[in-house]
């Protein structure tokens, strides 16, 4: 390994080394500087040549040192924070984290884990996403429920193809709530949405194929396509969606999106949208993937009918899961298969067990027999409403027009497009009070200096004092706005 002083030369310290790096960045070339100079770093970190504990030059610094704009050393530096090669400390500087590396051989282009490389400073409200209520969760029912299953003997494996009782549960409630027409044996039930897109690629027998997502789009996702050795093409967003004119373009045999709730921009297909798209799938036999994870929580006007709903030529596979309705903990989800689909499901995958515990199946099928998980998502309902309507409130009153709101009324998060500031400098101002946002980068395929104009705010896991705090600290981030702290 080189000695990392090969690489440096000391230019500062305030607690550390201070690098200075010297990338080779050709404007002439059809990658963007700043993914040249984040490949750059990012190869010299999975490397060690740039080693843990090492303090990067700041923005300012490296701006004045390659003579680049200083966008294009920022929006490097936002993507591999967010990626976890580097972390900003308050007050101290942005400094390289600690990767794991792969046992021996490591291998191009795998992601690394993050640890955390300092300790983190005291956060007073966190918009974390993906978190939800469990102050109103009904635990002493659920406990029985839990109990219950025992008592009633799942022993045993269950059926391949999940609980059978908790298979006509979610048949059920998916006719009453959207909209959707299938029978028991359609319901395949998965532990999360990452092993429900796996097992799609493979029955779909997808390798090598091209299947389109939406840019940007859920990164967990992408990762099984990338992983299942898919080729992604990533389809533009308009107001109403993704743009059904470039799905047809491409030549995916597959399309994966989040129609009702669209992630994490949070817009809706739009009908003629939803229309246009089932005769993209009639027309070309290709499958629309529908990712259903929030929607049940919609707070205006009328719930929006799952793709999946008009659907008559079976070309949609529709995914649900419980972690948004009920607890991300379950790591309950489902598809809804085509019947022509069950038959190669069976074929395909006769020797595979059902990878959820029947213990858990069988207790959320009692939770939802009980009439409990009904009663559940109308109090969360109210209660995700109320704290959507405070969080937009607070950013009303005190951010005002220093930030644009973007996303429809529904589900538990909300994108911010900042205005003076970029997410790299709100997020790390807004951790030195206290307040931790996060940036949305990461969900573009692609990501341009756009991507690092939002921050994310996710609301399900905090009360609506809490919201309010941390807008207010994170309103006082914001350039020219000097307001008093709670
Ligand atoms: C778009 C999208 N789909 C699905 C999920 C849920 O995934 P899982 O079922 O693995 O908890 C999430 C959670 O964050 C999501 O954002």
């Known amino acids: 390994m080189r000695k990392v002083t090969e690489f440096k030369s000391l230019i500062g310290t305030d607690g550390g080394l201070t690098l200075e790096l010297t990338p080779f960045l050709q404007k002439e070339l059809p990658e963007p500087l700043y993914m040249q100079l984040y490949h750059w770093i990012k190869k010299e970190i999975e490397e060690s040549r740039l080693l843990p504990g090492m303090k990067m030059p700041s923005i300012r610094q490296l701006t004045l040192h390659l003579k680049v704009s200083r966008n294009t050393v920022e929006a490097a530096y936002q993507q591999l924070q967010s990626e976890g090669y580097l972390e900003s400390v308050p007050k101290s500087g942005i400094w390289v984290c600690e990767i794991e590396k792969p046992f021996l051989h490591p291998i191009a282009g795998e992601h690394p884990i993050r640890l955390e490389c300092k300790p983190p400073s005291e956060v007073i409200v966190d918009f974390e996403y993906g978190n939800v209520d469990i102050e109103k969760f009904p635990l002493k029912q659920w406990k029985k429920c839990l109990t219950d299953a025992v008592d009633q003997e799942s022993y045993q494996y269950s059926e391949r193809m999940g609980d059978l009782a908790l298979r006509q549960e979610i048949s059920n409630y998916l006719l009453q709530s959207r909209g959707v027409r299938s029978t028991s044996e359609q319901i395949l039930t998965t532990a999360g949405t990452q092993a429900s897109m796996t097992l799609i690629c493979q029955l779909l027998a997808l390798r090598g194929k091209t299947v389109a997502m939406e840019e940007p789009g859920y990164n967990g996702v992408r990762a099984v396509l990338e992983d299942q050795g898919c080729h992604i093409e990533p389809v533009p967003l308009e107001k109403d969606g993704l743009s059904v004119e470039y799905l047809r373009k491409s030549r995916a045999k597959a399309v994966y999106l989040t129609p009702s709730h669209q992630f994490p921009f949070g817009m809706v297909l739009s009908i003629s949208k939803r229309m246009r798209m089932l005769k993209w799938a009639y027309q070309t036999g290709g499958y629309i993937i529908e990712d259903d994870y929030d929607g049940e929580f919609r707070y205006l006007g009328q719930p929006i009918p799952s793709l999946k709903s008009l659907d008559e030529e079976e070309r949609v596979i529709y995914l649900g899961t419980f972690s948004k309705s009920f607890l991300p903990s379950a790591r309950l989800s489902y598809i809804v298969l085509p019947p022509s689909l069950i038959v190669q499901y ?97 969900f573009w395929l692609q990501p341009t200096p756009e991507s690092h104009s939002y921050i994310m705010l996710g609301f399900g896991g905090l009360s609506i004092e809490e919201i309010d705090k941390g807008v207010r600290l994170l309103a006082s981030c914001l350039p020219g706005m000097e307001i008093g702290e709670a």
Request: no cysteine; charged share 25%.
């Open 346 to 442: 069976s074929r395909k995958f006769a020797a595979y067990n059902q990878s959820v515990s029947p213990i858990i199946q069988r207790a959320i099928a009692l939770f939802i027999q009980s009439g409990e998980f009904e009663r559940h998502i109308r109090r969360m309902r109210k209660m995700y409403q109320r704290k959507h309507q405070a969080l937009i409130r607070s950013i009303e009153q005190y951010m005002g027009t220093q930030v644009k709101i973007v996303g429809e009324k529904s589900g538990l998060h909300i994108l911010l497009k900042l205005k003076g500031i970029t997410a790299l400098e709100l997020i790390e101002r807004g951790q030195k009070k206290g307040v931790k946002v996060y940036s949305p980068a990461m």
